[in-house]
C-alpha cells in the first residue's frame, strides 16, 4: 500500500500554510488532476471544525469522485484527512506545520489503498511522482500567494 511522507521547509508562515491546505475548494485551481471540489459542510468540533468535502481527481480515462473528513486544528497547526467514500479501501493524510528558522516546517505523510486491484498497480507506478508533484503544487501556491 502506497505511504508517503515528506517534510520541508518554506520560507512562509505555519499560519499561512494551515490556511492554503485548508481551502479545499480552491484545490481545483492548482492542485494536478484536481478538476472540481466541493466542501458540503463545515461543523465545530473539539479544537478545530470538521469539513465534509468532494474531490473529483482525472487522470487519462481515470476520472474519480471521493469524499473526505478533514479535521482541522487551527490551535496546533495541523490538517488530518479521512477518506469517506470513493475507489479507495482507505486514504488518511496528515499535515502538519511548524515554526522553523527562516519560516514553517511542512510536515505531509499520505497512506492509502485502491479497491480495485488495477488501479493499485497503476496507481504504484506512478505513487511517488504523484506525490512530488503535489507537494510542488502547494509550494508554488504559496509562492502566488505569499511570495
Known amino acids: ?35 472540481a471540489a466541493r466542501v458540503r459542510s463545515v461543523t465545530p468540533i473539539d479544537d478545530g471544525e470538521e ?10 480515462v481515470f476520472r474519480e469522485r471521493f469524499g473526505s473528513r478533514v479535521r482541522m486544528f487551527e490551535g496546533d497547526a495541523r490538517i488530518e484527512t479521512e477518506y469517506l467514500d470513493g475507489p479507495f ?16 516546517e ?8 485502491f479497491k480495485n486491484f488495477l488501479l493499485q498497480k497503476a496507481g504504484g507506478l506512478f505513487f511517488y511522482e504523484a506525490m512530488q508533484r503535489i507537494v510542488k503544487a502547494f509550494e508554488a501556491r504559496a509562492k502566488e500567494l505569499y511570495g
Not at 17 to 33: I, K, N, S
Not at 51 to 60: E, N
Not at 106 to 113: G, I, N, T
Request: hydrophobic share 40%.
Open 106 to 113: 511542512v510536515r505531509f505523510d499520505v497512506d492509502f489503498e
Open 51 to 60: 469539513m465534509l468535502a468532494d474531490l473529483v481527481i482525472g487522470f487519462q
Open 1 to 35: 500500500m502506497p505511504k508517503h511522507e515528506e517534510t520541508r521547509v518554506l520560507p512562509y508562515s505555519p499560519e499561512q500554510m494551515y490556511q492554503l491546505v485548508g481551502d479545499v475548494a480552491r484545490y481545483p485551481e492548482f492542485l494536478p488532476w484536481c478538476s
Open 89 to 104: 479501501k482507505y486514504m488518511r493524510s496528515n499535515w502538519r506545520f511548524v515554526t522553523a528558522e527562516g519560516g514553517c
